[in-house]
Each structure stands twice: as C-alpha cells, then as structure tokens.
T-cell receptor, first 118, second 110 residues
Framework: GAVVSQHPSWVICKSGTSVKIECRSLDFQATTMFWYRQFPKQSLMLMAT?????????EQGVEKDKFLINHASLTLSTLTVTSAHPEDSSFYIC??????????????FGNGTRLTVT | DAKTTQPNSMESNEEEPVHLPCNHS???????IHWYRQLPSQGPEYVIHGLTSNVNNRMASLAIAEDRKSSTLILHRATLRDAAVYYCILSESYTDKLIFGTGTRLQVFP
C-alpha cells in the first residue's frame, strides 16, 4: 500500500531554534500534501496545503512566516517551524494523495513528528 | 466546511460487531463520506469512504442513509487492535482537503 514517511519521528529543541520536518511519499507521487497539527487529546487541525512547485496555502490563523512549507518535488514536502517556542510543542502529521487517484481518493498519512520545545 | 456529529465515545466487547454513527445533516449532493481512524501516537489510517451506496472492504462496511444525512461505520467483529479514535469526515468534491472533527473514541474490552 501507499506509504508516507515522516522524519524525524520525534525532536526536542530549544526555544528560539528552528526545526525542519520532512514528509516523503515512498511509492507514489503527490502534487499536494497536507500538514496537520494535533495537541494532546484534541483532533487534527489542518495547517496548510503544500503544492508542488508553488506556494503553500495556509489555513486561517496559521502564520506562514512561522511555519515555512516547501514542496520541492513530487515526493517531498518539508515543514520548518521557525523560532520555535514551547507553545509550538505538538504532534505534526503530514498526508498525501496519489496524484493518479481521484480527488476523493484516500489520503495517506505519515506517523507524525512529536515536537517538544524546551 | 460541512460538519459531522459523532458520539464522543463508545464501548464494545471483543468479537462483537460495532456500529459507529455519524450525522451529517448539511451534506451536499457531491460530498463524499470518509472514515479514518487514529491509534495512539500514530497518524490517521484510512478505513473506508463512499458517496451514496453502501460500501464494503476488508476493514469495515459503510452504511449510508437514503437521504445521506447520516452514515454508520460497521466493524463486523471488533478486536483489541480496533481501539482507536474514529473520524467521520465529509470531503467536498471541489477540494481535496479533509477537515477533521472530534471523532468517536472506541474502547474494546476483552
């Protein structure tokens, strides 16, 4: 089945530093990838849509200068949390849809990256 | 975005069938109904999706009401590994993003 790989699976960083999270589709290509954030005991919140070769589309209330997204190829999207603060500590999850599939075909999710900012 | 309403939690015993309900009274004619589940500390996993007709796959069945204002995810024989949060999501046909609601936490007892 289609696999989405996230790296790292967990990271601890100091306040003020930046952290990059990678999301790769291993056996399919994706023109669009999605980034979600999930706080403990809450649901997933869509942060942004990553578009290959163009700018990401951010959901309302998500700072684009804080969460930098780059979708450089059909198999890789990266999310960089810049100048991280403790309130950015969360579970970040990416997902992707096979570009050969229909618009409503299933999304494939990575296993998430747990970010802890100290 | 169209909204869904699910019970916060449900319980089941192992090897019994589980019926997880979802209400989506504001669904439009082109919205697909998706179900995903999330195990602790993992990303969500696709379960099933449909538009109008009932759907079956190796994981579950999806029963869609005739007026499409509600649907039910059916796990035919619950196992301990089915304990998860189950999300019912409406996907608009003109956009490919999924907006998650609060989901139903399913507990399965041996």
């Amino acid at each position: 089945g289609a696999v989405v790989s996230q790296h790292p699976s967990w990271v601890i960083c100091k306040s003020g530093t930046s952290v990059k999270i990678e999301c790769r589709s291993l056996d399919f290509q994706a023109t669009t990838m999605f980034w979600y954030r999930q706080f403990p005991k809450q649901s997933l919140m869509l942060m942004a849509t990553s578009n290959e070769g163009s700018k990401a589309t951010y959901e309302q209330g998500v700072e684009k200068d804080k969460f930098l997204i780059n979708h450089a190829s059909l198999t890789l999207s990266t999310l960089t949390v810049t100048s991280a603060h403790p309130e950015d500590s969360s579970f970040y999850i990416c997902s992707a849809r096979d570009l050969t599939g229909e618009v409503n075909s299933p999304l494939h999710f990575g296993n998430g990256t747990r970010l802890t900012v100290t | 975005d169209a909204k869904t309403t699910q019970p916060n939690s449900m319980e089941s015993n192992e090897e019994e069938p589980v019926h997880l309900p979802c209400n989506h009274s504001t669904i439009s004619g082109t919205d697909y109904i998706h179900w995903y589940r999330q195990l602790p500390s993992q990303g969500p996993e696709y379960v099933i999706h449909g538009l109008t007709s009932n759907v079956n796959n190796r994981m579950a069945s999806l029963a869609i009401a005739e007026d499409r204002k509600s649907s039910t995810l059916i796990l035919h024989r619950a196992t301990l590994r089915d304990a998860a949060v189950y999300y019912c999501i409406l996907s608009e046909s003109y956009t490919d993003k999924l907006i998650f609601g609060t989901g139903t936490r399913l507990q399965v007892f041996p």
